[in-house]
């Protein structure tokens, strides 16, 4: 795992407490695109299955997770593919 997912991991963790989260490196898939770097770690998948995201919209949870990585988005996070769910939701 890179040293972003690492962070990525930890904040996230921090942040919501999760039941599952998994963070996928998938800047490789991006090499040329906007916002890739030649040394990646720009573009993640992100699954979080969480309590906290139970009556939550699917848009207040993108946007808890985007506050919880505002310091990774303002130091080259380019992109996020977030899969977000509570418990409930996960079959």
Partial sequence: MSHR???IRTALE???QPLRLEVV???HMHAGHAGARPEGETHYSVL?????FTGMSRVNRSRAVHAAL???F???LHALALTLRAP???G
Wanted: negative net charge; glycine residues 4%.
């Fill in 88 to 90: 409930e939701e996960v």
């Fill in 74 to 76: 303002a130091n080259g």
């Fill in 14 to 16: 921090a942040q919501f």
């Fill in 5 to 7: 997912a690492t962070r």
């Fill in 48 to 52: 979080l299955v969480c309590p906290s």
């Fill in 25 to 27: 490196d998938d800047s």
């Fill in 70 to 72: 505002a310091a990774e």
